[in-house]
């Protein structure tokens, strides 16, 4: 007999099937005993007689039964005459906690225990909505031209000029784990005017915070040909679109089982300058925070619950942060020299993107690093490609985990990040 | 007016439109000179009078024109009546070496000066075919119910016990980026059932081969619920035909401009066991390879040659390489116990996919950690899918990079890599 999947049941109604997955959890009442069967595609009852009841939860099964219509059961079906005793794998182990509604270990414990602790629906969930998030960014960007790369994590300069990076032992030399495909998307640009990334990047954050991680999946875009940076927030809304799109679409059992309202991402996201949402800050707050470099989290909320208020929008594009605070290649307001060709998006109250136009003469990287003491002969292969032509550019960055966080509501941006890395944790 | 793209100028004959791009090459002949304008989306000519002629190749212009049709020309339309002068960015840079059939320099010059020499359309076209192979690898699985998943790149533990390894400095202790997902997509399985992941791997490669990076794109798959290692096969095929399907079907531009003919993936790929190859090769060849423990690059070439001609097979599986030389966590072969149940898959004579069933027991793993004498200390997160369930499984890796190398007829896999890294190359 071939073995069918869970979510196959309900074309086998009145059939004798073959199932197989872990025991997820036993229920003995006082006639009848259920086992719950678990596997990639949702949860089975069937019902046992006592001899099954020895079968330890996570055990592995393999199990024959009659598929039989029931009010009670969840999803209405359940197995009956299942073969007996299952056909099972020896195990050890005796205990697992991820029967329940939701897992109630303290979040160390859960991450310590990941490879159990994941198995838990919920979990499992949270792993689709990542799937389909980063799915939706590739699709809404592949249609709009942009071809996928893969640039190298072990490279010769710290991209930013040297803070919060990871050393690594290059064959004897010294080399570093890229803090951000910055410098390659640019490149890139040069070559295909429209590039898109998803993979890790590295942060040696010296500080443990609910939204820093050691390292994280960056979902990363740049583009050539633009007008200003508010072309790059055009790309920017409709990569979230589709990244909102792809969780609607391929992660709607998980959407329901979190019980989640997804985000509408507006036509026209909101916009607000740096300089207008310090005033704004003050009237909402009454902090003092006009002239402040950047935002600190509790104004980004207010500034999320703002939007949320006043334009019905979860999320807000900030503009024009000050050039103070921002890196070598970032690009002028072309009005405001002090501010930036740049934003961030919040979303829900999180910065959970950053971008901008960027440089593209060489003779303004050439002044650009100069001004911040740094050599140009580290950056010499990528200065090449503004010693050639280079079109007005941007793009931006979107930090996965984040944006996960986000839709379900974590507090802390590990309960949304597979195997997370911070300063105490680099296990499992 | 809207800058289009110059693949949509078949659109447009007879009206005025504007295109932007990189000054590709200029051609003066005796009474008419054309420069030839390259974007993201190809080639177009264009018919200028003097002016134009100081245009530096690389220079970033913009112009208006009319299209106009003219047999003569590449793609048959060109650009008569431009906007003069074109409207460009100041550049620097006064010679190129994009514009030929193909590149002339050696691969060292190639790979120093990649920020330009990518924008020749026959390296840009390799781009297009690692983002069509990737896509369809992903498609492919995404089909069979496959997840995917991001992994760690930091982990605590040297996967296969500690060779070929790069540390990272890690906040003062010892850390290590990862030599393939192996031991987080096996744990996943546990979870998921079925996962992928397409992501950077490292490895310490002391030699400098034509084959052989420090740093790769990894298309990894591992699958729950198997019979043995033939059931991971049938999977590999799918995931190799998907991506085959992806290149022919996403960058047939870039397949016509570099004349290639894909290959045709059979139902059914031939498989040969490792004990009868080594026969085979000791009648094709001469040598003697009976009792080796692994096959020689010459060797697996001649096997190649063989699958082609006995078989009309661009691929070739080898089965059953002998335990010896396979890493702890791999599943013996039932009938023969010294031979394993893996496989490597050879595309034109080339390994381009390692696979095989790995243990799925916690006591079996516990002995092959002991036969080793590796402690299971550092497994202990691993080892703890294995102490609560684990069904049997399996799952296969494969190099993106050498992949598309056999597709081109690549000799060096460095032809094929963005950005490569080996012993003596970290830049750009």
């Known amino acids: 007999m071939q073995r069918i999947h869970i979510s196959r049941l309900p074309e086998h109604v009145g059939e004798r099937v073959e199932l197989a997955g872990w025991i997820h959890a036993r229920r003995a009442l006082s006639r009848v005993t ?99 998030t980063i799915d939706g960014f590739r699709s809404a960007l592949d249609g709009l031209g942009f071809t996928e790369i893969q640039t190298p994590k072990l490279v010769a300069t710290a991209t930013e000029g040297g803070a919060n990076v990871f050393p690594v032992d290059y064959f004897g030399r010294a080399a570093y784990l890229a803090q951000s495909p910055q410098l390659y998307k640019q490149i890139m640009v040069g070559v295909l005017e429209r590039v898109y990334e998803t993979g890790p990047v590295f942060r040696a954050e010296p500080h443990e915070t609910a939204r820093h991680l050691a390292e994280y999946v960056s979902l990363d875009a740049e583009v050539g040909f633009v007008e200003d940076h508010r072309t790059v927030m055009g790309f920017a809304r409709e990569a979230v679109a589709g990244m909102v799109d792809g969780v609607r679409m391929r992660a709607a059992a998980a959407v329901d089982l979190l019980e989640l309202e997804l985000p509408e991402v507006p036509d026209q996201i909101p916009v607000v300058h740096f300089a207008d949402a310090q005033e704004l800050l003050e009237e909402l707050t009454g902090d003092a925070v006009v002239g402040e470099l950047d935002l600190a989290p509790a104004h980004e909320r207010a500034l999320g619950e703002w939007a949320a208020h006043e334009h019905g929008s979860d999320f807000l594009f900030v503009e024009g942060y000050p050039m103070a605070k921002r890196p070598f290649y970032t690009h002028r307001d072309r009005a405001t020299p002090a501010f930036s060709a740049s934003f961030d998006l919040l979303f829900r109250g999180l910065e959970s993107m950053t971008g ?73």
């Open 34 to 132: 259920f086992v719950v069967l678990r596997d990639a595609t949702g949860l089975a009852q069937i019902v046992v007689d006592e001899a099954a009841v020895e079968l330890q939860p996570e055990t592995v099964v393999d199990v024959e039964g009659d598929v039989v219509a029931s009010e009670q059961a969840p999803g209405g079906l359940e197995l009956h005459a299942p073969s007996s005793p299952f056909s099972r794998l020896p195990q050890g182990r005796r205990r697992s906690s991820c029967a329940g509604r939701s897992l109630k270990e303290q979040l160390p414990t859960i991450l310590d225990h990941a490879a159990v602790a994941l198995r838990h629906p919920r979990e499992r969930a949270k792993l689709e909505l990542a799937a389909a």
């Open 356 to 428: 901008g136009q960027r440089l593209h003469l060489y003779g303004d990287y050439v002044a650009a690093l100069a001004a911040r003491g740094l050599s140009p002969e580290p950056f010499a292969g990528y200065l090449e490609a503004f010693r050639f032509g280079m079109p007005p550019h941007g793009g931006f960055a979107i930090g996965l985990e984040r944006f996960v966080a986000r839709l379900v509501g974590a507090s802390n941006v590990r309960e949304t990040t597979l195997f997370p890395r911070d300063r105490s944790r680099l296990a499992p």
